[in-house]
């Protein structure tokens, strides 16, 4: 029987498996996929490579990487029924709903896809594919416009932009959303990530995994707090208001959205690299507001806390520049992140032993049943 001391609560420091797709080192700060660290894929790759690398555990060839691009490009559109359906649902929805309720469906409609086993590479490509066309179609839906066609030409970051904002994005913006979509992809066993490989451990099909997965990246603690971290600045608006607003929060024990990490030490590598593509956008655009005002916030949550941003503090300011709406910053960060959840799916298949902890009872025994007419 476990002891109290034994009780790792929220599972912290538990190793529950091997994996050779992430490695964190939270004490230095680094962050690598399958043998590469992660500023050298955002400097220099695509999405669609590190996808790639991710299921595959090297780098592509050429003409490995243009057969999956064009494969991507293929699988970007929605069935007709899966539209329907999507229409059918409430205008007012979350995107993180309609994401979730629309990969549970799409299973229905592609049975062949969610077998488990190494076969599941079809789905992994299918989903990583056709996420943006759902949030498309949805966002473009709940403001009264008909569904834009895919456009196979262009690449899963442009394509992306396409899909929500009905624009090609400029060669800047086509580049930060690339990188976006590569510091999301994957990230060891957080939460999401973990509940995928749980659901796939008992054998269960890729859609459900990367269903499971998108119901857990939807709260604030994960994937939410990008949303969280922009309605902190709209709520801050200017520069000299951070210190009474941040310590103010701090001192009624409120989190500050986009700190803290439960394994970076230090800063988070990703922050990192999105500040600098934070500002580089905002000198872009002539607005440097949510960098100033970021700025002032890391500042502040630092010296009152010592904690470091991590990688949501900054996605939401480009998004916000791009004119990406909040609430599809996180079904964003999903869109990339399936490429991760996926990889994790399918090395789990091929390892498996069913997950399954344990817990220390806390509760009462032996207590006598009382038959219900006898109950006070
Ligand atoms: N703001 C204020 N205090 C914080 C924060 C924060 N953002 N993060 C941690 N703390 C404090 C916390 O109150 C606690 O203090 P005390 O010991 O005095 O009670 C201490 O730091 C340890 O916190 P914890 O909750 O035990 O740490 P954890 O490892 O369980 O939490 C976390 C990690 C990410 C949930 C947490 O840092 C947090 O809530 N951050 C805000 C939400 C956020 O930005 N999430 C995105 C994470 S990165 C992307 C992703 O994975 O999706």
């Known amino acids: 029987m476990p002891e109290a001391s034994d009780v790792q609560r929220g599972l912290e420091d538990v190793v529950a498996l091997e994996s050779r797709i992430c490695f964190i080192d939270g004490r230095q700060g680094r962050l690598i996929y399958q043998g590469y660290d992660i500023r050298d894929l955002a400097a220099r790759s695509t999405f669609e490579e590190v996808a790639y690398l991710l299921w595959y ?17 293929e699988l970007r559109a929605l069935p007709d029924p899966l539209a329907r359906q999507i229409d059918a649902l409430p205008a007012d929805a979350t995107p993180m709903d309609i994401l979730r309720t629309a990969v549970s469906a799409l299973a229905l409609l592609e049975p062949e896809e969610t077998k488990p086993g190494a076969s599941s590479i079809g789905g992994a490509q299918r989903l990583t594919a056709v996420l943006p066309t759902i949030l498309g179609h949805f966002h473009r839906r709940r403001a009264g416009k008909p569904a834009l066609r895919p456009r196979p030409e262009l690449s899963a970051a442009a394509y992306l932009v396409y899909a929500l904002l009905d624009r090609e994005p400029t060669e800047l913006e ?24 749980v ?48 310590k103010g929060k701090l001192a009624r024990h409120e989190r500050i959205m986009g700190f803290g990490h439960r394994v970076y030490k230090v800063e988070d590598p990703r922050a990192t690299i999105l500040r600098e593509w934070s500002r580089r956008m905002g000198e872009e655009e002539g607005n440097l507001h949510y960098y100033e005002l970021l700025r002032k916030v890391e500042e502040v949550v630092h010296r009152e806390k010592g904690l470091y941003p991590n990688v949501d503090l900054y996605s939401g300011s480009v998004y916000s520049l791009l004119g990406i709406p909040p609430d599809l910053f996180t079904p964003i960060f999903a869109a990339s992140r399936v490429a991760g959840w996926t990889a994790h799916v399918l090395e789990e298949y091929q390892d498996l032993r069913l997950i399954r902890p344990t817990a220390k009872y806390v509760g009462a025994i032996d207590l006598t049943y009382v038959p219900v007419g006898q109950r006070s």
Not at 211 to 226: R, Y
Request: hydrophobic letters at 45%; aromatic letters at 2%; one cysteine or more.
């Open 57 to 73: 555990g090297r780098l592509p060839s050429a003409q490995q990487l243009a057969d999956l691009k064009s494969r991507l490009s």
């Open 174 to 197: 086509a580049k930060v959303v690339d990188v976006c979509l590569i510091l999301h992809a994957d990230h060891e066993l957080n939460a999401s990530t973990f509940a995928a490989r």
């Open 199 to 246: 659901t796939a451990s008992t054998l269960s099909d890729l859609y459900s995994a990367v269903t499971s997965a998108i119901g857990t990246l939807k709260g604030p603690l994960h994937g939410g707090a990008n949303e969280r971290v922009m309605e902190l600045l709209a709520e801050i608006q200017s520069v000299d208001r951070v210190e009474e607003v941040v």
